[in-house]
T-cell receptor
Framework: DQQVKQNSPSLSVQEGRISILNCDYT??????FLWYKKYPAEGPTFLIS?????DKNEDGRFTVFLNKSAKHLSLHIVPSQPGDSAVYFC????????????FGKGITLSVRP | DGGITQSPKYLFRKEGQNVTLSCEQN?????MYWYRQDPGQGLRLIYY???????QKGDIAEGYSVSREKKESFPLTVTSAQKNPTAFYLC??????????????FGAGSRLTVL
């Protein structure tokens, strides 16, 4: 049973335009959501997170939006740059000592020059 | 520089052999994790440890074993019982006991290929 879903496996956008990466979840106990970026043959690196008590968090070119009622979040990258081309993972955790992360399958973003 | 070191980066194994992947961190993090990445499968949790001498099974623990004798080290053994061991293995660590999101720091990964 997949609790974190990234239904679109890939996305291609033009440099300078906005990239919107979507993520859905099913577990109502999740209260923190994170986005990671991963290049081939490397470990993922943390990008941005959001608490379930917020609906938006912004860090430079990256903004995450959370719609708790729809159990949906999205990562916006604007403007997109060729260096943003990577796999993006959505992850979620429930509060408590056992706060392990559950990851989605990832979305491959390609930013065309 | 603080970080997580995984070794070896590439490893080849014959069927029926056990192999141990090393993971060392100097971040003074309490918790450590092992994930496996397969194409189209995302990251799946194998084992995790919140404290020394204690660890819990993740979602796909069958065919794997771990130990946590030191805070800095969390080696993963892929046993011959693991049916499909060829994958990219990622070790991670995080601080515990703080509020906020549980941000994991990952190593660079180890690619295991079974011949």
């Amino acid at each position: 049973d997949q609790q974190v879903k990234q239904n679109s496996p890939s996305l291609s956008v033009q440099e300078g335009r906005i990239s919107i990466l979507n993520c859905d979840y099913t577990n109502s106990m999740f209260d923190y959501f994170l986005w990671y970026k991963k290049y081939p043959a490397e470990g993922p690196t943390f990008l941005i997170s959001i608490s379930s008590i917020k609906d938006k968090n912004e860090d430079g070119r990256f903004t995450v939006f959370l719609n708790k009622s729809a159990k949906h979040l999205s990562l916006h990258i604007v403007p997109s740059q060729p260096g943003d081309s990577a796999v993006y993972f959505c992850a979620a955790s429930a509060h408590g000592a056992n706060s392990k992360l559950t990851f989605g399958k990832g979305i491959t973003l390609s930013v065309r020059p | 520089d603080g970080g997580i070191t995984q070794s070896p980066k590439y490893l080849f194994r014959k069927e029926g052999q056990n192999v141990t992947l090393s993971c060392e961190q100097n971040l003074n993090h309490d918790a450590m994790y092992w994930y496996r990445q397969d194409p189209g499968q995302g990251l799946r949790l194998i084992y995790y440890s919140q404290i020394v001498n204690d660890f819990q099974k993740g979602d796909i623990a069958e065919g794997y074993s771990v130990s946590r004798e030191k805070k800095e080290s969390f080696p993963l053994t892929v046993t011959s019982a693991q049916k499909n061991p060829t994958a990219f293995y990622l070790c991670a660590s995080s601080i515990t006991g703080v509020s906020g999101a549980n941000v994991l720091t990952f190593g660079a990964g180890s690619r295991l290929t079974v011949l």
